[in-house]
């Protein structure tokens, strides 16, 4: 019995400092969009990924129901935190202006990783940012 509650009481602890983090990411994405929304509370369920995120995805963020974001519950901490990030950006983006601007997100995305001394993970990011700018730039020409 003593083990049980044992196992409870680090799960509650892991899933508090879990909620922690997220806000401070939250924070984080609000301060680098100088943009404000109420927090939303990331759902770390792998089968909501599959049933409302594009294939191949880790995570989304979806509008219904005031704004919903749904993360694979398995990532790396440093995937996982700029993951979050930037379905953090997108939902401050569409709750403020209505629209989510994809280069912006993931230009964002490169400046956490640069602020949280990821650089290696930056450079990766600024690539598939200029990757991203690139293919607009054709398709409106």
Known sequence: MKYFKNIIFLS???ASTSVMADKAIFESAKKHLNLDSKYIEIEYD???V???CPKQSVGCYISADMGRIFVENDLSKTY???VIFGLYSDYLQHSNIGLIDS???CDLKVNYLIEEKQNDLADLFSNHC????RSKFLAFN
């Open 130 to 133: 200029n990757d991203i700018k």
């Open 80 to 82: 996982h935190d700029v």
């Open 12 to 14: 509650i602890i892991l």
């Open 46 to 48: 792998l089968n909501l």
């Open 103 to 105: 280069s912006l997100t």
């Open 50 to 52: 599959k049933d409302f």
